[in-house]
């Protein structure tokens, strides 16, 4: 058996894991989710998130890739013969993910070169739909490739697929060690100013103002969970790979604890610099904050620009400094996501690291090339929400179902953990994970069933963003079902010799 590749340092891990969590999700995605889930309220179901799923879960995939020393796929098959096709669902999530996340990391490229001269002019909107990414067709159809997207695109592949190239300690870790310092020093830049600009106290009150109405609702719950889940990478694949390149004697959950920590610290201090900077924005346009607020597309790379435009000096730099940050947190959280792939062929097949990254990381790209086109950003919408409802949540909750309560590992896991870990695990991590957070995703899965599969019979809310019956069909479910089917496909073919 060829020699497992292996973290450098301890710290090396860490940065990967923070990482691969700190992502797109934690600048355009927490702000507005915590916004639109009661504001200050939101850290109340939010907390009991991260404590019952976020890092028990955390701590079980580090065992897990610690314990098995494979990638996703292996180590299921590893820990029982008839779970392969477990990690396999969570590696084709990841891979129909890296298709799009590619191309918003693309988009902040362009926009960090847009910000110089704040070429986005005062119509942020009809620039970026229009302008920018030619968005003149359908839903469902493509139109022609939008070179402007495109070859920021290429250059995002580059970069990635260079960095998985080079392997895990001179690639990954390396690429980590420059890139997560980096993004800390320059967000820590970009907050002080939102907070330091008039009006960011109102933005901040708002965000904080806590609605305690809202923590009755259940999809308030829903909202935490799919938070925490997002952003913690968890149900990826990506933390049981990375954690498999840890050396035999590392620490687990000690590592784990850093690593949600300091996940949520960002995920804090973008909520911070993002609503100082709303709160500046509506004092501008004389509105209240509320009416500024919108997540994803619209909160990056409309309200931003417009912002951008109002500040009182230094503007094209402020703009750069965002769009860069959203491009170092995107291209560190793209590496850990391809990983997944790459790792799953290569033990697959037993190819080299070379001939993975180029079949796994060359398909992706192609496949991502369909994003860059007229029609692409109702494609990206459309299999952003459908795979991550029904693949990322629900290969979570799969997971800790057949982990804990058909395996019953819960216990030899925690043994793993505790013989090499500085904290010790009890109760709290067997009650979270064998119960808690099978309790609750389960209540979130049927909740979302019922959302989307009822309302296309007999609701009248329609489907998801008002989209046709055939788009949601082919461009939202047949996603998710793809990842989930290709995925059980992939057990039948048999694991190299190499790799047992
Ligand atoms: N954790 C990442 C984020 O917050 C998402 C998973 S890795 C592509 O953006």
Redesign the pocket.
């Given at each position: 058996m060829e020699k497992r590749s292996q973290w450098g340092t301890r710290a090396g891990f860490i940065l990967a894991a923070m990482g691969?969590?700190?992502?797109?999700?934690?600048i355009w995605?927490f702000p507005a989710v915590a916004y639109e889930n009661g504001g200050g309220a939101f850290f109340i179901p939010y907390l009991f998130a991260l404590l019952t799923a976020g890092i028990p879960l955390l701590i079980l995939e580090f065992t897990i890739g610690h314990k098995y020393r494979g990638s996703a796929p292996l180590s299921f098959f590893r820990m029982n013969k008839k779970t392969e096709w477990l990690g396999w669902w969570a590696v084709l999530v990841?891979f129909v993910?890296?298709t799009y996340?590619a191309v918003i990391i693309a988009w902040a490229i362009s926009y960090s070169y847009f910000a110089f001269n704040l070429s986005w002019g005062q119509d942020t909107e009809s620039f970026l739909f229009s302008d920018y990414l030619n968005l003149s067709v359908d839903p469902g159809q493509t139109g022609s490739l939008v070179p402007g997207v495109f070859f920021p695109l290429l250059i995002v592949w580059l970069i990635t697929l260079g960095v998985l190239f080079k392997g895990v300690k001179k690639g990954i870790e390396a690429a980590n060690k420059i890139f997560i310092p980096t993004l800390i020093v320059l967000f820590l830049i970009i907050v002080l100013r939102a907070i330091t600009l008039p009006g960011a106290a109102e933005g901040l009150q708002t965000f904080f103002a806590p609605n305690f109405e809202t923590i009755t609702n259940g999809s308030v719950w829903v909202a935490a969970y799919g938070q925490i889940f997002?952003?913690?990478?968890i149900a990826?694949a990506?933390m049981i790979t990375y954690s498999s390149y840890l050396p035999k004697k590392s620490d687990i959950t000690n590592n784990a604890f850093i690593t949600g920590f300091g996940n949520s610290s960002f995920e804090l201090l973008a909520g911070i610099g993002v609503f100082g900077a709303l709160g500046f924005m509506a004092q501008q346009s004389g509105v209240g904050v509320s009416e500024v607020v919108s997540g994803g597309v619209g909160l990056a790379f409309v309200v931003f620009p417009q912002i951008i435009n109002e500040m009182p000096a230094l503007n094209g730099l402020f703009g750069f400094l965002f769009f860069l940050s959203l491009v170092l947190?995107?291209l560190s959280?793209?590496i850990?996501?391809s990983e997944t792939y790459i790792a799953g062929i290569k033990e697959k097949l037993g190819i080299s690291r070379t001939a993975a990254v180029g079949m796994g990381g060359g398909l992706a790209a192609l496949i991502s090339v369909l994003f860059a086109t007229q029609g692409g950003l109702f494609f990206l919408d459309a299999a952003d929400y459908f795979i991550n409802q029904f693949g990322v949540a629900f290969v979570g909750l799969v997971e800790v179902v057949v982990v804990a309560w058909f395996l019953r590992k819960l216990n030899d896991f925690q043994d793993h953990a505790n013989a090499i870990s500085d904290i010790r695990l009890g109760s709290w991590w067997k009650i979270s994970l064998g119960i808690i957070t099978p309790v609750v995703l389960g209540y979130m899965m049927f909740d979302l069933f019922k959302q989307n599969l009822l309302r296309q019979f007999d609701s009248p809310t329609g489907n998801y963003e008002g989209y046709a019956d055939t788009f949601i069909l082919f461009g939202g479910w047949f996603v998710a079902a793809f990842a989930l089917v290709v995925g059980f496909l992939l057990t039948f073919k048999r694991w190299h010799s190499s790799s047992l």
């Open positions: 691969s969590a700190i992502g797109l999700g934690n995605r990841s993910i890296s996340y997002f952003s913690l990478s990826f990506i947190a995107g959280s793209l850990s996501i």
